[in-house]
């Protein structure tokens, strides 16, 4: 990946900041922006250095990573506010906890007669070092979402009440075609618009981010959430 893309990726991530409203931050011109981001012309270290300054970021991450994450696979990012709601979950640590835990979501699913489930997941950070190191495993939590009048009478689980809560959001089309790629980029795309519009990721009290699958005419999609302060 060029500075330049990155230039641009971040450029648009603050708000679909303009190469003018961008050339007046840094005091150059519009023309001298452009240079920038199609690599014909390199910024100044002091030029770089307020660059890092205004999108939050690290010189690192500006002039070698991949930052430009955004492709067809992607929608634009949004915040949505997400209702009040209650959910049981299931948490799985293992190698591959993923469907295993959803795979028991569902079966609960079943066994309240609910058709059309809705499911959520995210990662389960509850690990010793010994367990990611050496033995290669990771924690996934699934949850069923609870619709009005079910009650998991008969399921070993705690009926969790969350308020609601306002997440930032982006949908992958397809997410299954490269997930080692395309779902980790969704996460560096959220995380990037956030730096870059001093967005504050929300933590406690709530759950801090999560993955919903589902389909729409034969096609798979995933949004991905992470929770943010009002």
Partial sequence: MSFGKNLQFLRKMRNTMTQEDLAERMGVSRQTVSKWE?????????????LCRLFSCTMDQLIREDMGVYDEAYSDIRIEQVDAFRYIRYAVISTEPESDAIDHVRKWAESLNIAAPRIIGWDFPVLSQEQIN???????????????????????????????????????????????????????????YMRANGIQHRGEGVIPCFEKEYSIDGVDYMDVCIAVED
């Fill in 134 to 192: 050496v033995h290669n495993m990771h924690g996934y939590a699934a949850a069923l979402i609870l619709e009005d009048g079910v009650e998991p009478t008969d399921i070993a689980a705690e009926v969790i009440r969350q308020e609601a809560q306002k997440y930032i959001a982006i949908t992958i089309r397809d997410p299954f075609s490269a997930p080692f790629t395309i779902i980790p980029n969704a996460y560096k795309a959220l995380d990037a």
């Fill in 38 to 50: 199609l690599d014909m012309a390199y910024p100044e270290m002091e030029k770089v250095l307020e």
